[in-house]
């Protein structure tokens, strides 16, 4: 480790033994403990010191996959340039044959090669994560290779959770690292900035514990479970930047804030009876209305085609209407927040969610405030929503709009019933042709 530069700390130090004496291996760490960083620096040493093995890397989304092989690149540049070929964004080549892959979250992709070790980056939050152990463990089978897995907790539905729960995974080396043995001069995280969190996050304890803690936890009445929102992860997306010119069939949704809130513009790309969360923006608070507009407006100009903008008006009402009209953005539609609204929009984002047709990007914060949102039954049988103090849902409605913006109102009751009516009379009238021919001796 005094090679790539950094000096390992106690909880570190253990799973390095870990790794040097076990061949299934399972870290349960808070955020920002550095667990990316010592495992890059795990993989890259048994690479350089074992010639000619493949190690492969998955994660939740190929973006996050990718992050570790960015870890490994920036220790290359602190070893002799004979060592490793050019590095490239998937993968790390190094001069005595050994090569360190990332890997598309695919149990098809991940039969095929032969790999020394597979690591699982955020085990916890991949959605297929039974099919995708299973090809990993076979993968190993003809090297007699080892499995790491790191994750911070997120729900109980998991091979993650059996591991460190379940008899079956004893053979598992655990590390489980909080917060508390993370603090500085112990780990990176520093007191200060952790007792604002804490504080900001003390209607959301159980997002305190699952992240810092690195505990299994769930709040009650939340309006999406955390098993619902990782069923949802499509380990191939990726946000769409502002820049990109995308082509396809779009529906968005934005929702206003400005003081307390944030504004939050979200865009679904509707695609074989799918919705792809494409574009995710939330906006700084403070940001004028009319910036907000801008980048809806020139979004809207770039993608062909958004058909819909539904905006949430409330508050603003008549102001917001106007200044879409006047910038040309005639794709918008206004909805104001009412209980009876707001229950509607979120039933059929769950409805949508629960149907497996909306698919969502990797992102933890995304994640979180989905899972964030509460609700309770009034006494006259409706549902309410909230979300705890110190926390936002700008997000979730964002999404709840863009998703209720794809729906296709059913026709109204009359104009099917005057149909119906319609065809009766038609049939009617024949009926009686026929009689009135058969009368008259007409064989037709």
Same mark, same amino acid.
């Given at each position: 480790?005094?090679?790539?530069?950094?000096?390992?700390?106690?909880?570190? /130090?253990?799973?390095?033994?870990?790794?040097? *004496?076990?061949?299934?291996?399972?870290?349960?760490?808070?955020?920002?403990?550095?667990?990316?960083?010592?495992?890059?620096?795990?993989?890259?040493?048994?690479?350089?010191? +074992?010639?000619?093995?493949?190690?492969?890397?998955?994660?939740?989304?190929?973006?996050?996959?990718?992050?570790?092989?960015?870890?490994?690149?920036?220790?290359?540049?602190?070893?002799?340039?004979?060592?490793?070929?050019?590095?490239?964004?998937?993968?790390?080549?190094?001069?005595?044959?050994?090569?360190?892959?990332?890997?598309?979250?695919?149990?098809?992709?991940?039969?095929?090669?032969?790999? %020394?070790?597979?690591?699982?980056?955020?085990?916890?939050?991949?959605?297929?994560?039974?099919?995708?152990?299973?090809?990993?463990?076979?993968?190993?089978?003809?090297?007699?290779?080892?499995?790491?897995?790191?994750?911070?907790?997120?729900?109980?539905?998991?091979?993650?959770?059996?591991?460190? $729960?379940?008899?079956?995974?004893?053979?598992?080396?655990?590390?489980?690292?909080?917060?508390?043995?993370?603090?500085?001069?112990?780990?990176?995280?520093?007191?200060?900035?952790?007792?604002? @969190?804490? $504080?900001?996050?003390?209607?959301?304890?159980?997002?305190?514990?699952?992240?810092?803690?690195?505990?299994?936890?769930?709040?009650?009445?939340?309006?999406?479970?955390?098993?619902?929102?990782?069923?949802?992860?499509?380990?191939?997306?990726?946000?769409?930047?502002?820049?990109?010119?995308?082509?396809?069939?779009?529906?968005?949704?934005?929702?206003?804030?400005?003081?307390?809130?944030?504004?939050?513009? /979200?865009?679904?790309? =509707?695609?074989? +009876? !799918?919705?792809?969360?494409? %574009?995710? $923006?939330?906006?700084?608070?403070?940001?004028?209305?009319?910036?907000?507009?801008?980048? =809806?407006?020139?979004?809207?100009?770039?993608?062909?085609? @958004? $058909?819909?903008?539904?905006?949430?008006?409330?508050?603003?009402?008549?102001?917001?209407?106007?200044?879409?009209?006047?910038?040309?953005?005639?794709?918008?539609?206004? /909805?104001?927040?009412?209980?009876?609204?707001?229950?509607?929009?979120?039933?059929?984002?769950?409805?949508?969610?629960?149907?497996?047709?909306?698919?969502?990007?990797?992102?933890?914060?995304?994640?979180?405030?989905?899972? *964030?949102? &509460?609700?309770?039954?009034?006494?006259?049988?409706?549902?309410?929503?909230?979300?705890?103090?110190?926390?936002?849902?700008?997000?979730?409605? =964002?999404?709840?709009? !863009?998703?209720?913006? *794809?729906?296709?109102?059913?026709?109204?009751?009359?104009?099917?019933?005057?149909? =119906?009516?319609?065809?009766?009379?038609?049939?009617?009238? @024949?009926?009686?042709?026929?009689?009135?021919?058969?009368?008259?001796?007409?064989? &037709?």
């Amino acid at each position: 480790m005094e090679t790539l530069g950094f000096n390992p700390t106690t909880y570190q /130090a253990e799973i390095i033994r870990q790794f040097q *004496t076990s061949q299934f291996i399972a870290a349960r760490w808070a955020r920002q403990t550095g667990k990316s960083h010592i495992i890059s620096a795990l993989l890259l040493h048994y690479a350089l010191t +074992n010639p000619n093995i493949n190690i492969g890397i998955v994660g939740p989304s190929w973006r996050q996959t990718k992050l570790i092989i960015k870890h490994i690149n920036a220790f290359l540049q602190k070893l002799p340039k004979t060592a490793y070929k050019k590095p490239q964004k998937t993968a790390v080549a190094l001069t005595n044959g050994s090569t360190i892959e990332a890997y598309p979250n695919n149990p098809e992709t991940i039969r095929g090669p032969k790999l %020394h070790i597979v690591y699982a980056d955020e085990f916890n939050f991949i959605p297929n994560d039974e099919e995708l152990y299973d090809a990993m463990l076979f993968t190993l089978g003809t090297t007699n290779g080892k499995f790491i897995c790191t994750s911070t907790p997120w729900h109980t539905n998991s091979i993650f959770h059996k591991i460190f $729960h379940d008899q079956t995974y004893a053979d598992y080396a655990k590390t489980h690292v909080t917060w508390q043995q993370a603090l500085e001069p112990a780990g990176p995280l520093k007191q200060q900035i952790l007792n604002r @969190i804490k $504080h900001q996050l003390e209607g959301d304890p159980a997002r305190w514990k699952r992240e810092m803690e690195a505990e299994w936890a769930e709040n009650e009445n939340v309006w999406l479970p955390q098993a619902l929102i990782t069923d949802c992860i499509d380990h191939t997306l990726e946000y769409a930047s502002f820049e990109e010119t995308q082509g396809g069939d779009f529906y968005a949704g934005l929702d206003l804030g400005k003081h307390r809130d944030h504004s939050v513009l /979200a865009i679904v790309k =509707a695609e074989n +009876n !799918a919705l792809k969360l494409t %574009h995710m $923006h939330r906006f700084p608070l403070e940001t004028p209305y009319a910036s907000v507009i801008g980048y =809806a407006k020139t979004i809207n100009d770039r993608w062909q085609k @958004i $058909h819909k903008i539904l905006v949430d008006c409330s508050g603003v009402g008549d102001y917001i209407t106007e200044d879409r009209t006047n910038t040309g953005l005639t794709n918008t539609e206004p /909805a104001k927040f009412t209980q009876e609204t707001k229950q509607q929009m979120a039933q059929w984002l769950k409805q949508t969610m629960t149907e497996k047709r909306l698919k969502i990007p990797y992102d933890s914060n995304l994640i979180a405030e989905l899972n *964030t949102e &509460r609700y309770e039954l009034t006494k006259d049988g409706k549902t309410r929503f909230n979300h705890p103090e110190g926390t936002h849902d700008d997000q979730f409605w =964002a999404l709840a709009l !863009a998703a209720y913006a *794809t729906r296709t109102e059913p026709a109204p009751q009359l104009w099917i019933v005057a149909k =119906a009516n319609t065809g009766r009379t038609r049939l009617q009238k @024949i009926r009686q042709q026929l009689r009135i021919h058969r009368t008259q001796g007409d064989t &037709r």
